[in-house]
């Protein structure tokens, strides 16, 4: 099965849809941007610390798999020089909507996530990647191609998946019940096409779950020294009971 592919064509009709991550930002998020008053988010509702942040003026910015018109055009607006890399068309249409609408500089690429060979070695200060490695099967590319982009001294900010959430099924979202059911780690293409059509429905993209090994072990392995990391909750029945996201902070050293 061609995961690339398939994905790509369901986040393009998740743009159709409106999902609420493929929504740009407004006039008003970018003024205030080019004031110096942001935030953004790696996973679902904790906004990143601004700590984390090198100064974004002039900072050589990836948006990696950041498709969508939200984070690219607030750095942009911020004195970043921004490239967003997706894999959805429509999603970087929506980037480049933003930019046209307020006269902002940004770079759109579609690829993948985990083959960023269009770029050099040492081509960024920072990689901002939020939640989007769940939509890939292999993890340990993309934190190697964050690396090898990334400067001496640069940045990597990751959101991703807590990865005991895909060990349930949810039975019933309106009543917010599921049970356990499935093991670790998840791969939607070991089962049937009218199984993963129940799972996700028929316009919504595969997701794949990885290992905390791969997901912080494989930034380590990489050669990212961990420097922050907290945790956020999800917006679904499970978000009552566990946090749904984990968010990093690493730097190449």
Not at 67 to 75: A, E, I, M, R
Not at 96 to 115: F, K, N, Q
């Amino acid at each position: 099965m061609d995961v690339r592919a398939y994905n790509r064509k369901m986040w393009d009709k998740q743009v159709e849809y409106g999902n609420p991550w493929t929504i740009p930002v407004g006039p008003e998020v970018i003024a205030a941007a080019r004031k110096g008053e942001w935030s953004v988010l790696l996973t679902e509702v904790t906004p990143v610390p601004r700590v984390w942040f090198p100064p974004l003026k002039g900072l050589d910015t990836l948006c990696l798999a950041c498709g969508g018109g939200q984070q690219g055009p607030v750095f942009a607006a911020a004195g970043a020089h921004v490239t967003v890399l997706d894999n959805s068309p429509r999603q970087l249409a929506r980037d480049r909507e933003v930019a046209d609408r307020e006269g902002l500089a940004i770079t759109t690429v579609e690829g993948d996530m985990r083959d960023l060979s269009m770029f050099v070695d040492g081509s960024f200060d920072l990689v901002f990647h939020p939640v989007s490695n769940n939509f890939v099967p292999e993890v340990l590319p993309v934190w190697r191609e964050a690396y090898r982009v990334l400067r001496r001294g640069a940045v990597l900010l990751a959101g991703f998946g807590n990865p005991d959430l895909y060990v349930f099924d949810i039975t019933d979202q309106e009543k917010g019940t599921f049970e356990l059911r499935y093991s670790l780690p998840f791969d939607p293409t070991q089962f049937s096409e009218q199984e993963r059509l129940r799972m996700f429905g028929p316009d919504s993209p595969l997701e794949f779950s990885h290992t905390l090994d791969d997901l912080i072990g494989g930034q380590l392995d990489a050669g990212f020294l961990l420097t922050a990391l907290y945790s956020d909750t999800q917006n679904s029945p499970l978000g009552k009971y566990m946090p749904g996201y984990i968010a990093t902070r690493a730097i190449k050293p």
